[in-house]
């Protein structure tokens, strides 16, 4: 079965700077791949998804994302966060293998110091 | 842009009753969905529905859950005899196709006291 691990449960980090959320998955020949965001008390939102072509996927926010396939990682991206960014972010990964479900990493809470 | 609409967005109810979970997904919406994220753990899959059937269930969507679409518009859990352990926030999706990006709502907090 797919797996998802995030390698980081909290990122704190000052605004402007960049940040990078890291994400791996267990390998499969054709897998989508998504970051969601989850702001309190509200529900998941997509940030961005990897479904086939350019490896460099844009999000909204400012956001972006890379799959690496022979890595098995799609790492989440900012040039220079704000705020209001601050949140918690869920990697996740379905594949036509084991049917159209998403599976959710853990999830990383990033907060956003000034 | 369209939403995915979860009633109500919190429900406290007592052990051992039966609670129906509501959803409206986006009306051209094929796949439907129900997640569940039990407070400091991960997003669970529970099910997923498809042509007015079960396409898939996990471990956890054992015989106290069923799933149910009335009527063109709604989409509905229900957990038939609650147990403490089935607190948590309840997700209800939906995609346009597979492999798409799924659309969540805000979700239904459950407290089974």
């Known amino acids: 079965a797919q797996s998802v691990t995030q390698l980081d449960s909290q990122v704190p980090v000052f605004e402007e700077a960049p940040v990078e959320l890291r994400c791996n998955y267990s390998s499969s020949v054709s897998v989508y791949l998504f970051w969601y965001v989850q702001y309190p008390n509200q529900g998941l939102q997509l940030l961005l998804k990897y479904l086939s072509g350019s490896t460099l996927v844009k999000g909204i926010n400012g956001f972006e994302a890379e799959f690496n396939k022979s890595q098995t990682s799609f790492h989440l991206r900012k040039p220079s966060v704000h705020i209001s960014d601050t949140a918690e972010y869920f990697c996740a990964v379905s594949d036509q293998e084991y049917g159209n479900k998403l599976v959710f990493g853990a999830g990383t809470i990033l907060r956003v110091k000034s | 842009e369209p939403e995915v609409t979860q009633t109500p967005s919190h429900q406290v109810t007592q052990m051992g009753q039966e609670v129906i979970l509501r959803c409206v997904p986006i009306?051209?919406?094929?796949?439907f969905y129900w997640y569940r994220q039990i407070l400091g753990q991960k997003v669970e899959f529970l099910v997923s529905?498809?042509?007015?059937?079960?396409?898939?269930k996990s471990e956890i969507f054992d015989d106290q859950f069923s799933v149910e679409r009335p009527d063109g518009s709604n989409f509905t859990l229900k957990i038939r005899s609650t147990k403490l352990e089935d607190s948590a926030m309840y997700f209800c999706?939906?995609?346009?196709?597979?492999?798409?990006?799924?659309?969540f709502g805000s979700g239904t907090r459950l407290t089974v006291v």
């Open positions: 009306s051209n919406h094929l796949y």
């Open positions: 529905f498809y042509n007015n059937e079960i396409s898939e």
């Open positions: 999706a939906s995609s346009e196709g597979q492999g798409d990006g799924y659309t």
